[in-house]
């Protein structure tokens, strides 16, 4: 089987017999039942070859479309002019970069249809012009493909206020043309990672359709459980036989890695398209997406964050607090989820309420290493650090666990935790236990029995043992040990076969380190 892995043009997919999967049903749909539409995705989900799929569809290649959903749809197969712009290979930053970007494609199309060039005209005018000519001369209205709309924006995004507004005014002008050429339309798609809010980029015209959350395409990027069993099941048997375990186990270890993104209150599971191709290709459960790049952008938001991740993940929030973006970099939150480093993990119907968590364990492992890395800045390996820890989680010695902590924490200088008042010191010992609970729980099974402000509890499980951890700031372990018992955290555990730990740590906000430990064994 051929993975079309970095292809993102479907005639070539189809062409040279790599494997696509189906959606053309979804873009029948898309393209008979609305006009204007915006779509926002994490990178490397399949948007530009969702634009190229339309391309094609709009140029009437039928033959390209054989055996596929859509040829049993449509009858016609009407050519339309198209007018695609593709911003991802710009380099935004350099101050000329767009309008010299627009300008090309101007004036090749102003060339294409005959059109003399006038520069005094502003750039939303000519397009008009250029749409109005391409209808009349066809006959058929045009069909208009932004593929990466924000790219300008995000370039520059918290690095040069100047440009960006700059940015921001050149695709304001750009997309103007669509509300003074609304009759010459047949079809218009804007893709991209995140949704401006109404007053940037769109309020030149009438606001497009956003179905980023619309149950209806949910689907329309990327590869659902049902797509994966149907198309790959050869592919997951075979490396199942290359990793030693039985095609069931291969299908959950892709399924923790890679799957977990959820589009709508529909709920409907999707996989990340680029690290499951890369890893059926591979026959290796890696950190593909993650490791082909963080956007610089979030790099350079993420240096500045207010808010820690243990105060922004598993809570709910109304849609407005994280779908409709104003670029503001006190806000972190809408950023994160457009990107793709959160999702939805649950809806709650009665308040309108969407939960927002880690996808999976790639997205999960790669972002708090990060975060790690940067908010701790230990000495000590963090790769073996981890797997050190789950060797003795798996192993039941809780003596190796207090020195892998104790020695861990003891490794991050004194500039990273020092903090000036008890609110701060608090705020740095929940932040720092989350972060390093939360990673070890990419190998483990974990629980985060309460998520308050003022405790950090968790209950990690592994095949043989079960432990309940319970870490206090300048306490004593026996005052932890105590809040496991009078919290009944042990009990819903009372039937199981598994070995069960109580666990009271205590970090010592004078030295930085564990100060006390101390295990209690048995239910």
Known sequence: MKYPIGIQSFEQIVEDGYIYIDKTDLVYRLTHEGKIYFLSRPRRFGKSLLVSTLKNYYQGHKELFKGLAIEKLEKEWNVHPIFHVDFNGGNFTNASELEGALKEYMERWEKEYGLATNEDLGI????????????????????????????????????????????????KAFYSAFKVADAHLQFVLLTGVTKFSQVSVFSGFNQPKDISMDARYETLCGITQEELDSYFAGPIAEMAATNQCTPEEMRQSLKLQYDGYHFSKKMTDIYNPFSLLNALDSTDVRNYWFSSGTPTYLIRLLAHFKENMNELTGKYYPPEEFIDYKADVERPLPMIYQSGYLTIKDYDMRRNRFLLDFPNNEVKNGFLTALVASYLQPKKQLSNWIDDVVDALEAGETDSL??????????????????????????????????????????????????????VDCIVETPQYIYIFEFKLDGTADEALKQIEDKGYAREYATDFRKLFRIGAVFSSETGTIGEWKTITGK
């Open 124 to 171: 939303g005018f000519r397009f008009r012009d250029v749409l109005e000519a391409a209808h009349k001369q066809t006959g058929r209205r045009a069909v208009v493909l932004i593929d990466e709309y924000d790219k300008p924006i995000l370039d520059v995004l918290d690095m040069d206020s100047t440009l960006e507004d700059r940015h921001r005014n050149v695709l």
């Open 402 to 455: 207090c020195t892998l902590f104790t020695a861990f924490l003891a490794s991050i200088p004194y500039t990273m935790r020092r903090k000036e008042n008890e609110t701060e010191k608090e705020r740095y010992f929940q932040y720092t236990f989350y972060l390093i609970m939360r990673l070890i729980s990419v190998y483990t099974a974990y629980v985060e029995k309460v998520q308050s402000q003022r405790r």
